[in-house]
């Protein structure tokens, strides 16, 4: 027999028990499936944004103006790159530190060499800029850079940079003594059209001059050659010297924001000038367009005369052509005389006076042959509205000799005096001349003459007055005849009116000459002559005015006298 017992299920006649099978617990309900996709579909949109956000940058700014955390855009080409996540102070509080998020497409411009800066409204030389963002608000511009070393903090920029990478166009250097009214922004002018503009300078201390940099803008950079001369073309251009009044300018922008012009001088079609290219900036235009001077050799003249209106920038003139300029004036007295003259200091440039380019030595020496063959400085004067003056090369007439130091440190050009200086005295003495002239003797015995004449006219009797009168009347009334008769009437009468106006000034002679006590006698009788011989004349002119007929014709027959005279002629 077995030791074990039967299990019941195994009793005859008794079924079998069921199996009981124990439940899963890794067993998952319907209910958590919802839940289980939203929390994958969550992991996927956090590692796409993940994968889709760049990397974050902070840039530190002057100030928080026109910065707003999580409306601020970063833009390039106007196009959204990122936004500004967070704005703090720094901790030492003197910068605002602003964190920008990055868009993965914009991953490469978090290097060293990108710029930012805040664009908003600002008023420059250049007008109006960000007008836009009134309406949409400021926003971080970027200027993305090329470099491959990542950079994650940044410095902003105050202001907009006035040259972008990869704009077109062509960057050159002008070395200039003179920064004028130019700045940041000054427009670039070819044949008074703007082509470019300033885009920065800076002082070397070192050199003592200035480098200013400037940006001409594609298509323009070809017009820059080798042969461009360029200028100030600041403000207005005022210059009043021996040549007169000169006002040049570019237009109304350079005279408030300044301004560079230039032109080509020579070969106008030469090769353009590369990147980078140095020019020399003059003063004004006249200067820059102005042929090769070559080494300048300076030279000292005296002048013992009056030198007012010689001044710094005297022209230094042969027959009219500059070929020099006066670039010292001043006050010396000599040792020996102790009298004080004027020594003036100029540059003269050999090729003007149509030298070719020598050296120190040779220039000195042709110099000093042209000296030698007659040549003097004159003082003389430019504009006599304004006085001022200039000095003048010429070769007067039997020019004293005189010695031209080679040797000397600045040497010596002989000098003549002026026309105008020897004027002077001429007219100084002409004025002493006049002024021993007893003008109070000759006014008191004109005065005395005058007396003497009244009282002789006042001494004539009323007959002489009166014949005057009627001789005066008398020529009236023929004037009038005249006027009625004929042209041959008029013409016989003239001959008469002549004889009595030569009459009439005689008397009116004798009246001046007569004296006092001389106006009876045979001037008296005189008088009466011609008394009747204007009582004549009158009764002459009432019948020539009756009878004009008679001055042709002759007069009429008496009709008394008729018949007898018809009787003597049988």
Do not use: C
Not at 462 to 467: I, L, S
Request: hydrophobic letters at 40%; aromatic letters at 4%; zero cysteines.
């Amino acid at each position: 027999m077995n030791d074990q017992d039967p299990s019941p299920s195994d009793a005859p006649g008794q079924p079998p028990l069921p199996a009981v099978q124990p439940r899963s617990r890794l067993r998952l309900s319907m209910v958590w499936l919802v839940p289980l996709i939203a929390v994958a579909v969550g992991i996927g949109l956090v590692v796409q944004s993940r994968l889709q956000v760049g990397p974050e940058i902070v840039i530190d700014f002057r100030t928080a103006e026109g910065l707003e955390a999580g409306r601020t855009q970063v833009r390039y080409k106007e196009v959204p790159v990122g936004q500004v996540t967070k704005v703090q102070l720094s901790a030492d509080r003197q910068t605002v530190r602003a964190t920008v998020r990055l868009d993965r497409s914009a991953a490469a411009m978090a290097v060293e060499d990108s710029r930012f800066w805040v664009v908003r409204p600002r008023i420059g030389a250049t007008g109006l800029t960000g007008l836009s963002t009134l309406v949409s608000g400021a926003y971080i511009g970027v200027d993305a850079g090329v470099s491959e070393q990542a950079q994650r903090e940044f410095v902003g920029l105050e202001n907009p940079p006035f040259v972008l990478r990869n704009e077109p166009g062509r960057s050159f250097v002008l070395s200039a003594t003179n920064l004028g009214s130019l700045d940041i922004g000054s427009p670039v002018y070819y044949r008074r059209t703007r082509v470019g503009r300033v885009v920065g300078w800076e002082l070397d201390a070192e050199n003592d001059t200035l480098s200013v940099r400037l940006f001409v803008e594609s298509p323009h950079e070809r017009l820059v050659t080798q042969h461009s001369r360029f200028w100030n073309a600041s403000g207005v251009d005022l210059a009043l010297n021996a040549n007169g009044l000169t006002v040049n300018t570019q237009s109304l922008t350079s005279v408030l924001a300044g301004g560079v012009a230039f032109s080509n001088v020579g070969d106008t079609k030469g090769e353009p000038a590369a990147e980078g290219s140095r020019f020399r900036l003059f003063r004004d235009r006249e200067t820059a367009v102005a042929p090769p001077d070559g080494p300048a050799q300076r030279v000292r003249m005296v002048f013992r005369q009056n030198a007012r209106g010689l001044a710094v920038g005297a022209p230094v003139e042969v027959l009219g052509v500059e070929v020099g300029r006066v670039e010292q004036v001043r006050l010396r007295q000599d040792p020996k005389t102790r009298h004080f003259h004027v020594e003036a200091e100029a540059d003269l440039f050999p090729l003007r006076v149509g030298l070719p380019l020598l050296a120190p030595a040779d220039a000195r020496q042709a110099l000093k042959r042209l000296v030698d063959d007659g040549l003097r400085a004159e003082l003389r004067t430019g504009n006599l509205l304004t006085g001022q003056a200039y000095i003048a090369l010429d070769y007067p007439q039997r020019p004293t000799p005189v010695r031209f130091d080679t040797n000397a440190a600045v040497p010596e050009l002989p000098t003549v005096p002026g026309a105008f200086s020897e004027l002077q005295p001429q007219l100084m003495q002409i004025v002493r001349r006049l002024g021993s002239v007893r003008f109070d003797l000759i006014g008191e015995s004109l005065q005395s003459t005058l007396q003497t004449a009244d009282g002789t006219l006042k001494s004539l009797t009323p007959e002489a007055r009166e014949a005057l009168a009627s001789l005066r009347r008398a020529l009236d009334t023929a004037d009038g005849v005249m006027r009625e008769l004929g042209p041959e009437a008029k013409a016989a009468l003239g001959g008469v009116q002549a004889t009595l106006r030569s009459a009439d000034r005689t008397l009116q002679g004798l009246e001046r000459q007569v004296g006092p006590g001389a106006a009876g006698g045979g001037l008296q009788a005189t008088l009466e002559e011609f008394q009747r011989s204007a009582r004549a004349l009158r009764q002459l002119a009432d019948y020539l005015q009756r009878h004009p007929q008679s001055l042709l014709r002759g007069a009429p027959a008496d009709p008394v006298l008729a018949p007898a005279a018809q009787e003597n002629a049988r």
